[in-house]
């Protein structure tokens, strides 16, 4: 094996975290250099087609940075994001992801994925984007997911929705201005307003 190119995907993956093996190739590393790295183990397979350090620590939200490797246009969202946010104690056995609408066709497998579908700036608004071991990751904020929450109250749960309401809100992790902002373009005002009038 090149030492020299074994020592370039080391600083590579040391970098970013989690490699797709085409992100090996635009690197100028070859496919037959990872796979020999997974042999003498020095990689492993994090998941299908995602790639790691044997020596990497993964943290509490792996998941998440697997997530968006492989769906690369995902938004962490719903109850994932708020177990990121800390709003929840729950851990969902799925990563709860955001896409634009009409961009999903099917599910990756070896990964337990939850997807909504959203359009323009339906997707966008509240995002914003964290490092996890490496990766960047756009996660929904906490007044934009719970938002989301009574928008997808039907899925999750209307408790749940009223739950993390309560919990940010006694946290003092979101201004309500913008958690208004965000219900005005997600069109959920008139669903949240009782709750609101209750809480205050």
Known sequence: MNRSKQQEAIQLFRAKGLL??????????????????????TVLRSGRGIYTLADMALSENHS????????????????????????????????????????????????????????????????????????????????????DCFKFRNKIGTDVAWEALREAWGKKLFKMDELWSHGRTLRMTRVMMPYLEAMT
């Open 20 to 41: 797709r093996p085409c992100e090996m190739e635009r690197a100028g590393l070859s496919r037959g250099l990872l796979y020999q790295m997974v042999v003498d183990g």
């Open 64 to 147: 998440y940075a697997e997530a968006v490797k492989r769906v690369p246009n995902g938004i962490i969202c719903l109850l994932s994001a708020l177990r990121f946010h800390k709003i929840t104690m729950q851990n969902p056995t799925e990563v709860w992801v955001a896409v634009p609408h009409g961009s999903w066709r099917s599910q990756a497998r070896g990964l337990k994925l939850r997807v909504v579908q959203y359009s323009g700036s339906a997707l966008t608004d509240g995002v914003k984007s964290h490092q996890i071991e490496g990766v960047t990751v756009p996660v929904t904020s906490v007044a934009r997911t719970i938002v």
